[in-house]
């Protein structure tokens, strides 16, 4: 996928999508991240600009152009699979959101809560999504806006805003996050017939809710599986039954 549009946009931008039907693999773009590369993108002006005129990179006699949010999500409509990342500014777009919703068979938004409130100061409009029938996936974009790569942070982080409860976050980063792959009929879920691709959570201390036990602070990543085959962690210790304590 495309982490940014650039100034080949539409070409690339239908080379990406034919390639992707060719494989039958999804495509991934961020889409309406920041107000500032919106701003850039459309008009060529903002505080990307400026900066990029500080550091003597900026180029007038070509700048960017930016096919509009709502054509992209047409565009990526056509893939297997689209996953617009992150959509923070989406509800502020009727078309874009409209054109998103009508192909929620086949294009889902992945949310970076703390990239996102980092860079914005704010969230993409879960609820929005969610109500319109969308798959809200969780992702953690990269290093050079997140600390550690951690999904269970970004749960919380979503926790932590009001966005979603426990249950709903940790859904997000398993079931819709298997969906916003394609791969929903391969893993994402304890279910008979799908690969067992799994992490053990040890909790610090008994708790009565799951959800909430998984995502406090003091749990830790006890062992990763794969296809039914630990690959990393406690592999002795997270066989035995008691590893889920009061669980």
């Known amino acids: 996928g495309l982490a940014h549009r650039d ?3 539409p070409r690339l931008g239908r080379r990406l999508v034919a390639e992707a039907r060719r494989r039958r693999l999804p495509v991934a773009m961020h889409v309406a991240e920041s107000l500032a590369e ?4 459309t008009s060529g002006t903002g505080p990307l600009r400026r900066l990029l005129e500080e550091l003597g990179v900026w180029r007038p006699e070509c700048p960017p152009h930016l096919l509009p949010a709502a054509e992209w999500i047409t565009r990526l409509a056509r ?5 617009i990342v992150h959509g923070t500014f989406l509800d502020r777009d009727n078309d874009a959101f409209s054109r998103l919703a009508r192909h929620r068979d086949r294009l889902g938004v992945v949310v970076c809560p703390r990239t996102t409130q980092a860079l914005s100061g704010t969230l993409p409009p879960v609820a929005l999504f969610r109500e319109a029938g969308i798959h809200v996936a969780i992702g953690t974009d990269s290093r050079a806006s997140n600390p550690d790569l951690s999904v269970l942070a970004e749960c919380r982080a979503l926790v932590a805003a009001g966005a979603a409860s426990p249950a709903e976050a940790l859904r997000m ?6 969906w916003a792959l394609a791969f929903e009929r391969r893993c994402g879920r304890l279910s008979p017939g799908l690969a067992a691709d799994l992490v053990i959570l040890r909790p610090a201390a ?3 809710d799951p959800w909430e ?6 749990t830790r990543i006890a062992a990763t599986m794969r296809a039914g085959r630990f690959i990393a962690g406690e592999a002795r210790e997270a066989g035995r039954a008691d ?3 009061g669980w």
């Open 206 to 208: 008994d708790c009565s």
């Open 243 to 245: 590893v889920g304590g």
């Open 38 to 41: 919106q701003e850039l993108l």
């Open 213 to 218: 036990a998984a995502l406090d602070p003091g």
């Open 79 to 83: 893939a297997p699979r689209g996953i």
């Open 173 to 178: 980063a398993t079931i819709h996050g298997a």
């Open 7 to 9: 100034r080949d946009e």
